[in-house]
């Protein structure tokens, strides 16, 4: 390190022009990245759903496993001449469009599911020829095509047109999202500011780690967009990388500056000082930066396009966030020297706030009373995990989709008029053996067995299949009806197209949940008509039976990551454990240090449970209720995240208390000073990285929601209840084991 540290002040002028030259390409380059973003996401392996989606896009002619909901409210009902008219000039545009495969809407199948009880609004269904991950493209085509159609009219300002589905609701969320980094920036850095000249007492060493926290944000999306040419990147990584980047590119750099005005105090010249610097705080910075990278590389385990995503982008921006602090930021410190203090008058003005004397008094009075500390704030953390067992893991049952959006907009209007199952069907395929056809008399009896079972479900608002093409048609009549296919395809338009595949084998069964079912309980819907699939049905005897859709490729996909959970949880927990027994040659470090962080986890979870779940102040949060479930990802996440995150904490904790350990012996005084030492830089990091994440909280996407809130807290309390007091006393209590077996020997302390 001592090395390196020498070829970086010594090249400084180098580091600094290869990092321009760096930052400028990346600025230009990460704008980029968000049009490169995966917006579907899902697991990376052929799931029940997956499958299902297959079939219905390779097996139908005119499926509709990929489809844009428009909705149309009008003025006046929409058989008056004037919505008709309108309607049908709608229609006829997006039977135009070549992506548009088929047509469902009212004038055709006189389906009530498709006009609001007030006739003013009615549905088009457009099913899509093109695979589910391509579906985004045609969003603003269609939306720009539909547009053109009514402006034709004079009286289109009294029409409401609107472009929804799954495809539509996911390119709103990526818009929302790269709105929402943005917005957050420009929030949060003013405050950061605020914070780093309140830590500092100097403008020009609080606006070196703002520097570096944006220029890493830059780079990592930069590269990000590289490697989302390869491989799927979630939308999700904008506001991952944004939060991460500045809170780590921060948070390091805070350090840095902090140690090197600490040697410029002691008298050293600013070369010497910028060595230093980076020999001893630099090498807490990298191993801090490790152990954060072990939580994200944890995240590549899971077989999901989400997980490895935000574990790929935090890898990059994390690792950029280190070089940059490490790299470029000595290179600055050795060129401004004491420059770093300017102005002058500002650091007198706030030396109150880096008096060690407060500090000082809260570290001895911790080593009096060690096990009070402990006692007390082991209560603390036990009340705040309590609501855990209360967890419980599912889509959340509503803000799911953000309504400040024209596809959220759509999704309310389904709502009103009785038609949000519309949105996200679970879609049931039944297929029967080769050799045989599904429109026999047998299998059709089958076919109305399995719709009636299904339709009998009080969590099921509608089910339409080959069986309720006609009301009240009688089994024999369907039997003729779908015995002269030509005639039947005559008769019934796109419907039987949609509803049977080309080879007569395969038919879909759409299941669309009743208003009253949220998604939270859509979940355990798919579950059981999964279980009704395994059971024998009369008439569908050797047929098989496979379910998909949006929500059961929820269920698969939460299935799947917590079946993968304990070996993330084992892997990071080994890892981290490893690296902290090499760093401090100790074996109680390691193991003190992965409970402690379990424990801030926990009570994390725990108050997200009260929060989203439960409803708990969730107003703050812009939300009008609780969401009964938490997402799957958010757990896993927050678990590799914040473990990663707690560690820096306790890195620049352990390093100084190691430092004074080595020099002095004694570890009830190493353990003060170290304290005393860092906490004003840790609260200082600490209410940065609350800033930053906080602001995230207020998102307008959910997902987003839930990990700033859940990283900021577990910052908060990692930074006073874990760091400030049951950290510290628990090292006054284990005394020279501490150390055990690198303490040196012969070395006693006062223990």
Excluded: C
């Excluded at 002028?13 to 030259?21: E, S, T, Y």
């Excluded at 570290?363 to 009070?372: C, K």
């Excluded at 990692?718 to 209590?733: G, K, N, Q, W, Y």
Aim: charged share 20%; no cysteine; proline share 5%.
């Amino acid at each position: 390190m001592r090395l390196f540290a020498r070829a970086v002040v010594k090249y400084r002028w180098a580091v600094i022009g290869l990092w321009v030259v760096i930052g400028a390409f990346a600025m230009m380059q990460a704008r980029h990245t968000p049009e490169r973003l995966d917006l579907r996401g899902g697991s990376t392996r052929e799931t029940e759903a997956v499958l299902a989606d297959r079939l219905l896009q390779g097996r139908f002619s005119r499926s509709i496993g990929e489809f844009f909901a428009i909705t149309l409210e009008a003025p006046s009902p929409i058989d008056r001449p004037g919505p008709a008219a309108v309607l049908d000039s709608l229609i006829a545009v997006l039977r135009r469009e070549p992506y548009v495969r088929s047509i469902l809407s009212y004038p055709t199948l006189k389906d009530s599911l498709f006009i609001s009880k007030d006739g003013r609004t009615t549905l088009i269904l457009a099913a899509l020829g093109v695979p589910g991950a391509e579906a985004g493209k045609y969003v603003v085509p269609a939306r720009k095509a539909i547009q053109r159609a009514l402006a034709a009219f004079p009286d289109a300002g009294d029409y409401r047109v609107i472009v929804t589905g799954r495809a539509a609701l996911d390119l709103d969320i990526r818009s929302v999202s790269a709105d929402d980094s943005r917005r957050s920036e420009v929030r949060v850095l003013p405050l950061t500011l605020m914070v780093l000249v309140l830590a500092f007492g100097a403008l020009v060493a609080a606006l070196l780690p703002v520097a570096v926290g944006v220029l890493a944000i830059f780079v990592a999306l930069a590269l990000i967009g590289v490697i989302a040419l390869y491989t799927p990147m979630s939308v999700f990584v904008l506001n991952l990388t944004t939060m991460i980047g500045l809170g780590v590119g921060i948070d390091y750099s805070l350090l840095i500056v902090t140690r090197f005005r600490e040697e410029l105090k002691r008298g050293l010249r600013r070369h010497e000082a910028a060595r230093r610097t980076l020999a001893t705080a630099g090498t807490a910075v990298i191993t801090s930066g490790l152990t954060v990278l072990v939580g994200f590389a944890a995240l590549l385990i899971p077989p999901m396009v989400e997980t490895r995503s935000i574990g790929l982008s935090g890898l990059v921006v994390v690792a950029v966030a280190v070089l940059l602090s490490t790299t470029l930021l000595p290179a600055l410190l050795a060129i401004l020297g004491r420059a770093i203090d300017t102005p002058r008058w500002l650091a007198r003005r706030l030396a109150w706030y880096h008096a060690p004397t407060i500090w000082e008094r809260w570290a001895r009075s911790l080593s009096r009373h060690p096990y009070r500390a402990l006692t007390l704030g082991g209560l603390g953390v036990a009340l705040l995990t309590a609501p855990v067992f209360l967890l419980k893991i599912g889509l959340p049952s509503r803000h799911w989709w953000p309504s400040a959006t024209e596809a959220g907009r759509g999704a309310e209007t389904l709502s009103a008029m009785g038609a949000s199952g519309v949105m996200l069907p679970i879609r049931v395929l039944v297929e029967v053996p080769e050799g045989e056809t599904i429109v026999t008399a047998t299998r059709l009896r089958g076919l109305r067995n399995l719709t009636d079972s299904l339709q009998a479900d009080p969590r099921v608002g509608r089910v339409t299949s080959l069986m309720t093409a006609k009301k009240g048609a009688s089994l024999l009549e369907y039997s003729v009806l779908y015995s002269d296919l030509p005639a039947a395809r005559a008769d019934m338009g796109d419907f039987l197209d949609a509803y049977l595949g080309t080879d007569q084998r395969i038919a879909l069964v759409d299941v669309f949940p009743a208003d009253t079912t949220s998604l939270t309980t859509s979940m355990d819907l798919v579950r059981d008509i999964r279980a009704i699939g395994q059971e024998p049905i009369r008439g569908l005897k050797g047929a098989t039976i496979i379910v998909g859709g949006y929500t059961a490729a929820a269920t698969d996909f939460q299935d799947d990551l917590l079946d993968v959970f304990p070996l993330l949880i084992a892997v990071v927990l080994g890892v981290t454990a490893v690296m902290l027994a090499i760093a401090f040659r100790s074996v109680l470090v390691p193991i003190k240090a992965i409970v402690m962080n379990s424990l801030s986890v926990s009570a994390t979870f725990g108050l997200s449970v009260l929060v989203f779940q439960y409803g708990w102040g969730a107003g703050l949060f812009g939300l009008d209720g609780p969401t009964s479930a938490i997402y799957v990802v958010v757990p896993v996440m927050v678990f590799a995240i914040v473990f990663g995150l707690s560690m820096d904490y306790e890195v620049f904790l352990l390093s100084r208390i190691k430092e004074a350990y080595d020099r002095t012996g004694k570890n009830d005084e190493a353990t003060m000073e170290g304290l005393s030492a860092t906490a004003s830089v840790i609260t200082s990091a600490a209410l940065i990285m609350i800033l930053v994440f906080g602001a995230f909280a207020f998102a307008r996407v959910l997902m987003v929601q839930f990990l700033g809130f859940g990283l900021a807290v577990a910052v908060l309390l990692d930074a006073t209840l874990i760091r400030m007091v049951l950290v510290p006393a628990f090292m006054h209590l284990a005394g020279r084991w501490n150390w055990w077996p690198g303490v040196r020997e012969g070395r006693k302390d006062e223990d």
